[in-house]
């Protein structure tokens, strides 16, 4: 019988958080020439940077997306900005996003700026930094794009939760709650040679612990956090609860299976049952109170 290599690197998964309290929406700017329908959420996604050194001139344009100070918006983050203009390039079916220009807040504007084109790539994959954690989409070896050489280990997945608040406009009475499972491929790496399928499996049981304890995390939020003035009390408590919980996990996945590699399916089996126990979550989102009326009575 095969027996797993000690070298399948034992992967401690990353909590990563963007913290975005909005006041008032930004103002978007959006023009379109766009022949496509609109992107799904399963389908990949690209994000360029200004700092990204590559050549999209062969790719397509099909619109433009600027995200301005409205005159009021107040603490426009940048992660909140983006995450409008993912929403209106995916509308018109781009499947790219170059930011060409960023501003940052100043002494004019509390608000981050952006202009950005909106892209239809031919083949998004090639050039994919990381990945969002799908029910149908499974890691394949390209995902994996980190470099191997002088890396002691078969195989290392890095993946993380990255959580973020929806802007609030005024007078808002709820806010909502998002939360992704990342795999940053990047980071991640995997080498030719022992049983690859075998070793990709191994994998994806490690980002499957990480959508797994996202679900766990949204699932503490919504019983401990019964307003914002509590959330932003609370959340970073909470937070370390999970990531400790979570590290936990990976170790213990990782070192069941390297005593005894005939239990990566029982683990495996284990994981699958325990995210359809809290498929409630698994839209990634819960909506709360802005003020909790029964708390302050």
């Given at each position: 019988?095969?027996?797993?290599?000690?070298?399948?690197?034992?992967t401690v998964a990353i909590l990563v958080t963007a913290l975005v309290l909005q006041n008032c929406a930004p103002k978007k700017i959006v023009s379109?020439?766009?022949k496509y329908p609109p992107l799904s959420e399963a389908e990949t996604f690209i994000v360029f940077t200004e700092e990204d050194p590559i050549d999209?001139?062969?790719?397509?344009?099909?619109?433009?997306?600027?995200?301005?100070?409205?005159?009021?918006?107040?603490?426009?983050?940048?992660?909140?900005?983006?995450?409008?203009?993912?929403?209106?390039?995916?509308?018109?079916?781009?499947?790219?996003?170059?930011?060409?220009?960023?501003?940052?807040?100043?002494?004019?504007?509390?608000?981050?700026?952006?202009?950005?084109?909106?892209?239809?790539?031919?083949?998004?994959?090639?050039?994919?930094?990381?990945?969002?954690?799908?029910?149908?989409?499974?890691?394949?070896?390209?995902?994996?794009?980190?470099?191997?050489?002088?890396?002691?280990?078969?195989?290392?997945?890095?993946?993380?939760?990255?959580?973020?608040?929806?802007?609030?406009?005024?007078?808002?009475?709820?806010?909502?709650?998002?939360?992704?499972?990342?795999?940053?491929?990047?980071?991640?790496?995997?080498?030719?040679?022992?049983?690859?399928?075998?070793?990709?499996?191994?994998?994806?049981?490690?980002?499957?612990?990480?959508?797994?304890?996202?679900?766990?995390?949204?699932?503490?939020?919504?019983?401990?956090?019964?307003?914002?003035?509590?959330?932003?009390?609370?959340?970073?408590?909470?937070?370390?609860?999970?990531?400790?919980?979570?590290?936990?996990?990976?170790?213990?996945?990782?070192?069941?299976?390297?005593?005894?590699?005939?239990?990566?399916?029982?683990?495996?089996?284990?994981?699958?049952?325990?995210?359809?126990?809290?498929?409630?979550?698994?839209?990634?989102?819960?909506?709360?109170?802005?003020?909790?009326?029964?708390?302050?009575?």
């Amino acid at each position: 019988m095969l027996t797993f290599p000690e070298s399948c690197k034992r992967t401690v998964a990353i909590l990563v958080t963007a913290l975005v309290l909005q006041n008032c929406a930004p103002k978007k700017i959006v023009s379109s020439t766009s022949k496509y329908p609109p992107l799904s959420e399963a389908e990949t996604f690209i994000v360029f940077t200004e700092e990204d050194p590559i050549d999209i001139s062969g790719e397509e344009i099909i619109g433009e997306i600027r995200m301005k100070d409205n005159g009021l918006s107040l603490n426009c983050s940048y992660e909140s900005i983006l995450a409008i203009a993912l929403k209106e390039a995916r509308h018109m079916g781009a499947n790219g996003l170059k930011i060409y220009e960023h501003q940052v807040p100043d002494t004019w504007s509390t608000c981050h700026r952006i202009k950005a084109k909106a892209i239809r790539l031919q083949n998004a994959k090639q050039y994919e930094k990381e990945i969002i954690w799908q029910p149908g989409r499974r890691l394949e070896k390209a995902d994996f794009k980190g470099p191997v050489e002088n890396r002691p280990h078969q195989a290392a997945t890095m993946s993380f939760i990255r959580y973020n608040i929806d802007a609030l406009a005024p007078f808002s009475s709820k806010f909502t709650f998002r939360v992704q499972t990342v795999f940053d491929c990047r980071s991640s790496y995997l080498k030719d040679g022992y049983n690859p399928e075998q070793v990709l499996e191994h994998e994806q049981g490690h980002f499957d612990i990480t959508e797994l304890f996202a679900r766990k995390y949204l699932k503490a939020i919504q019983e401990q956090v019964h307003d914002l003035r509590e959330f932003e009390k609370n959340h970073t408590r909470i937070y370390q609860e999970i990531q400790e919980a979570l590290i936990l996990g990976q170790d213990n996945y990782d070192s069941d299976i390297y005593a005894d590699i005939s239990k990566q399916k029982g683990w495996l089996e284990k994981i699958n049952q325990e995210l359809k126990t809290l498929e409630v979550y698994s839209d990634k989102k819960i909506e709360l109170p802005v003020v909790n009326k029964d708390r302050d009575k």
